[in-house]
């Protein structure tokens, strides 16, 4: 299938494979940010065609995964209330609050729906007058242009009964967080394809100064990603920290400027504090004063609400590639995807469900030749 | 009700042994072992591209008897009906059933109408029966199941359920997907009288070809290989399951099932399976390997890696991005 298949090519992933291989003279630790990346590499293998001294890291990118717990509590109260209409996409729903998920709240008779986009949950609002609508806005910088016309297109309409519960975080200010610990052992990034699509990837370029580190825009399919790790190692070992941009097929340095202006209309940057992680300046979006009306949590009085991670959980040393999900004695045992203790075992994306799902018996990522079958 | 039985249902499925419209069919058995079944459907929407909720119940309960090796002869259906579902959609519904026991060579025999309050339905539920004749002596299970023998599938996975979720959520793909919906127990049959032994069958429904396999590695405390790429699915259904941020290996098929077989027979199966219509894109996909108490199947990536193919605890959810 075109724009799958040729970057999922077995004998240009060795040929990529073995570059790799043939430059590396010294141990490299790379993060690679985004929860999508994670997966990938997981799923198809790619950490397991690297060097043994190149150690992959993954990163807060999951968006599910550092949704803070109170927020998802915030979630499950307004949606279990007679009058709400409660739209989220589908992948969290299944993940659990103080108590319960969302999944729990429909089948206690909340009105709770999956939607495909927020302008979905817009149409709704205006198909049922009488109800109030509240759209789950979570994600990075991918899911805000979205989320900001939505709220834009029910100001200019004057919809009254639409809200918003905003979650939004951005990964840059994450970065800085990550490589200003004292701990930090990364060394080079691999930045989110997708998040650099809307906004381009400038903002990376002082960060890559700053810290010294190659940041390499990649993409998400095994090829994109082995070749993104190519250009951090290639950078790495030259002793240079640039920006570089291995998905060009997709990301222009400016990036999506109607995009980023319908963000800068609708939403101002503001503090936020990430799920296994805690409070970082200046890392997530809000909403303008202008339009402090859709604010859900304003309309249903939840401001206040706080909660705590259980302690057993070390997501935040995961999250800030510090740790493996291997190493944490809960992985698998107290901590499972039915059961999770915290953020990287609560999605799909997160590291620790992907090496649980992918990778949960140790005679699993090695490599092997193919045609075994037939 | 007696006007909608006679006028909807009887007009629709009419033949010998419900026309005599009493209690309970009485039904002429023709061979020593029967395969029963039942089974239960409650697809929203109930008309979605390749099918409906009427031709899903037939195709469905047959599929279950075939996987057996019976050759199926009778069924039952319920109606759960929610008080207001217009007649004409009943009549849509009775007529498809119909058309679908015709083709899968069954008859509906016996059956029986419920209505319930307005609110408390989703339109129609159907529950049905199946009963078939085995005729012949091979076990066909898991337990059958050998190390060595070869795993195929008899077509291209996931159009059904990628379908369904089209049409209930209101997405636009580029091509129509239309479901996979068929009947199997007439290819069952031809590979059972060309002499293919069939250790293990089983249809691909909910959960996907994963849920299958996994059901059935477990059950056989075996562990499987499969090579992704040898997996036949079709492009624009791979390109609906990227967008929505699904893996086809876990989406549902109504007329897909997997076949296990001893290597030395594969020509012959291959051979059998695409000449049936509902067999054309059959392929080796995979290889049971040796005994393996924790029942795993594994999967060999695109680029080589091997990894494991787990069941999903839940259905699989559309994701944000």
Redesign the interface.
Known sequence: ??Y?DEY???AL??KISRAIHRITTKPHVIMEICG?QTHAI?????D??LPGQITLVHGPGC??CVTPLELIDKALDIAARPEVIFCS??????VPGSGKDL?TVKAEGGDVR?V?SPLDALSLAKANPSRQVVFFA???E??APGNAMAVYQAYQQQIKNFFMLVSHVLVPPAMRAILSSPQNRVEGFLAAG?VCAVMGYEEYIPIAREFKVPIVVTGFE?LDILQGILMVVRQLEQGRYEVENQYSRAVKRGGNAPAQEIIKEVFEVAPRKWRGVGDIPHSGLKLREQYQSFDAEGRFGLSGMTREEPEECISGLILQGLKKPGECPAFGQRCT??HPLGATMVS??GACAAYY?????TD???????G??? | MHEMISGVFHAAFQNPMLDTRHDAAVLASPGQRLAFTTDSYVVHPLFFPGGDIGSLAVYGTVNDLAMSGARPLFISTGFIIEEGLPMETLVRIARSMSAAAQKACVQIVTGDTKVVERGKGDGVYINTAGIGVLEHDSVISPLEVRPGDLILVNGDLGRHGMAVMASREGLEYESEITSDSAPLATLVQKLMGAGVPLHCLRDITRGGLSATLNEIAEAAGLNFLIEEDLIPVRADVRGACEILGLDPLYVACEGRLVLFIPEPHLKQALAVLRDDPCGKQAAVIGRVRGPDPRGLVCSLSPIGVERVLDMLSGEQLPRIC
């Open positions: 299938m075109k799958l999922r090519d077995p992933a060795r999508g997981v799923k198809f293998g790619v397991v065609l968006p599910v996409f589908g992948d969290m729903l299944r999944l999956i495909y979570i994600g990075f991918t899911t997708h095994p995807p039915q799909s994306e799902r992918y990778r949960r018996f699993f990522g090695k490599p092997r030749e193919r075994v079958i037939s």
